[in-house]
């Protein structure tokens, strides 16, 4: 579906939606034609219980440090980080490679265990339309991801990866929203290798899919094969790729609850062409058999579903970052509808609510008529601002660690971890703190990354996780550069 609409009529609806947050911190009755209605009152705090510290201590130690990039501009309210390190994960081809990405643009490679960084890619480099000066902390290289067969010569997925980037509007033919592309568009580009082993990189790339963005947040993030699918089972080689809702704030086109667009969505395609097309879509998709529906979606409902990973049991969470209020942890479910903009975690939002204001969050009642599947875990601004990356410990070297869920508050750098047996949506799981040695004495990372933080007055951690092929969890800083291994506290 194609939508337009003027800069005007976008910007009044961003102002009526700020302005009503400020106007629904508390309610009691409303009045509509001298009668007197009683509304729901606006909560203050949504889960008045605090995260404690609990009692796995991990040791974060330095590993390497990534080169120094600039941004191609400082537009907005961008952050002055040493390089903007958005992932790390192994290629899963055996080799012990890791891969990590900045997300100004450049792709590195590294010998798990090794500190020697090499420079396997750049997106700068190449005729992509490339561009991440709308706005710095959140454009540009948002994800990759190297096919299950990329070093399986004679196999369709050989030498071939996949990322998910930023470009300039127009600059391609847009698959959805070329109408409604004021700021960027969201692109996924295939790559093939002429030898898998050969750095830097060379061979051939091709355009597979892009969607138009109409804000500079909320775009393309994490895209992902499912480790756990063997060949010939129904999800081995297809593509996950997640899309925030567009961008701005409140989802003023309400894109997460629109099965027409892909925005705000879960993703799934097998990325090899067929016939008439660049990428197919799979036959199993849940969405595949309905008319006037992106057959791209595998779940949606979701607000910024910016990183997302699966356990060795073939679960897959989701991290979706809040509006005001709420930051979620979500299961992969094909189908599934995870409520925004109707809900944030386990609250209504106030969105479609006949006589309040968006901005706080209220108590729902349970309906089961809306079939929404809410959070295993969450918590409010009191906590942390914004859910970064998170992964199933699979590791070994932590034994503490094991059966835990691991994820980060990128904002603050706090890191969180819920057991992950009995996982239940709509039951949040109880979260406790992991606490840090850092440099030989037990700290918070915010006091040793912190750096100034443009949204507000308190400093920001920039916090993301990578892990390697022996499932153990990274901390990677974007105000330093530096990637950290989470080890056995002395």
């Given amino acids: 579906m194609k939508h337009s609409s003027s800069h005007y009529l976008r910007s009044l609806c961003c102002l009526l939606v700020l302005v009503s947050s400020f106007s629904g911190l508390s309610y009691g009755a409303s009045h509509a034609q001298g009668e007197s209605k009683e509304l729901p009152v606006g909560l203050m705090d949504p889960i008045p219980e605090k995260i404690q510290k609990g009692d796995i201590l991990a040791a974060a130690v330095k590993q390497f440090q990534l080169p120094k990039t600039e941004d191609g501009s400082q537009k907005g309210r961008a952050t002055a980080a040493h390089a ?107 790559w093939t290798a002429d030898d898998p082993n050969a750095i830097p ?101 979701l607000r910024h579903p910016q990183h997302f990973s699966w356990d060795k049991q073939g679960r897959m969470f989701i991290g979706d970052i809040g509006q005001n209020q709420m930051e979620e942890v979500n299961l992969g479910a094909a189908g599934a509808n995870y409520g925004w903009r109707l809900r944030e975690g386990t609250f209504s939002s106030g969105s479609g609510v006949d006589g309040i204001f968006v901005g706080p969050l209220y108590d729902i009642p349970a309906d089961p008529s809306q079939g929404f599947v809410d959070p295993v875990a969450q918590y409010d601004h009191d906590e942390g601002r914004a859910i970064g990356s998170g992964y199933a410990y699979e590791g070994s070297e932590i034994a503490e660690l094991k059966g835990k869920y691991v994820f980060a508050d990128l904002v603050r750098g706090r890191i969180f971890y819920i057991d992950t047996e009995n996982l239940e949506p709509g039951n949040p799981a109880e979260i406790k703190e992991l606490r840090l040695v850092i440099d ?29 092929e022996d499932g153990e969890i990274y901390l990677l800083t974007k105000g330093d550069g530096w990637v950290r291994k989470l080890v056995p506290a002395e």
């Avoid at 030498?159 to 600059?171: Q, R, V």
């Avoid at 993703?267 to 992106?294: E, G, M």
Wanted: aromatic share 12%; hydrophobic share 30%.
């Fill in 201 to 301: 990189f060379k061979g051939s790339y091709r355009e597979l899919f892009r969607i138009g963005q109409f804000a500079p947040n909320h775009n393309i993030g994490t895209v992902a094969f499912n480790p756990t699918a063997k060949p010939g089972s129904e999800d081995y080689g297809n593509l996950y790729i997640c899309l925030g809702d567009g961008g701005a704030a409140f989802d003023p086109m309400d894109y997460g609850q629109s099965l027409a667009s892909p925005h705000g969505s879960i993703l799934r395609i097998n990325p090899h062409p067929s016939v008439d097309a660049a990428y197919q879509i799979p036959k199993d998709n849940p969405f595949v058999s309905q008319s006037d529906v992106a057959p791209e979606i595998w779940a949606y409902g």
């Fill in 84 to 190: 903007r390190v958005q992932y790390m994960m192994p290629l899963g081809d055996g080799s012990g490679r890791l891969a990590v990405g900045d997300l100004r643009g450049p792709l590195y490679l590294v010998d798990q265990g090794s500190d020697s960084l090499e420079l396997y890619l750049d997106l700068r480099s190449y005729d992509l339309s490339f561009d991440a000066t709308m706005m710095p902390n959140e454009t540009g290289f948002g994800g990759w991801a190297f096919h299950p067969e990329f070093s399986q010569k004679g196999k369709p997925g050989y030498g071939k990866f996949y990322t998910g980037i930023s470009a300039t509007t127009g600059s391609g033919e847009a698959d959805y929203l070329k109408n409604d592309a004021e700021s960027h568009e969201s692109v996924l580009v295939e």
């Fill in 440 to 468: 030989g004495s037990e700290q918070e990372l915010i006091d040793v990354v912190g750096y100034p933080n443009t949204y507000r007055d308190d400093p920001r951690a920039d916090l993301r996780l990578g892990t390697d």
